[in-house]
């Protein structure tokens, strides 16, 4: 079964920046990529619906940013370590919240920017924004 976990939230100020990764552990050990599947990073600020951050299709096919990141978030990946990555700059307080990650393994050439598509899900990172 397809576990992810996130790190590399925290607490930073603003106008920082930080790297959050999602990996599947023993995923590559039973044979499998995250490579094959579109992945989906998510953030759920307080008291807020969980909102599409960014995507990006099976291997390193299209990607797709939320207007509200665009220019400050990249999402990559390293397949040889079968990681996607979030890149996080210039953060601003409103970029508080719960990250998750997320793969849609049944549409992986497809970039989706909602929830649905996403069948697995991580037990999310927190990042928190604030001098």
């Known amino acids: 079964q397809l576990q992810l976990v996130e790190s590399g939230g925290g607490l930073v100020q603003p106008g920082g920046s930080l790297r959050l990764s999602c990996a599947a552990p023993g995923f590559a050990e039973a044979g499998f990529s995250l490579s094959y599947y579109a992945i989906g990073w998510f953030r759920q600020a307080p008291g807020k619906q969980r909102e599409a951050i960014s995507c990006?299709?099976?291997?390193?096919?299209?990607?797709k940013y939320a207007d509200s990141v665009k220019g400050r978030f990249t999402i990559s990946r390293d397949n040889a370590k079968n990681l996607v990555f979030l890149e996080i700059d210039s953060l601003k307080p409103e970029d508080t919240g719960v990250y998750y990650c997320a793969a849609d393994i049944l549409h992986p050439t497809v970039c989706e920017m909602g929830p649905d598509e996403y069948g697995y899900w991580g037990q999310g990172t927190q990042v928190t924004v604030s001098s």
């Open positions: 990006i299709a099976e291997n390193d096919g299209v990607t």
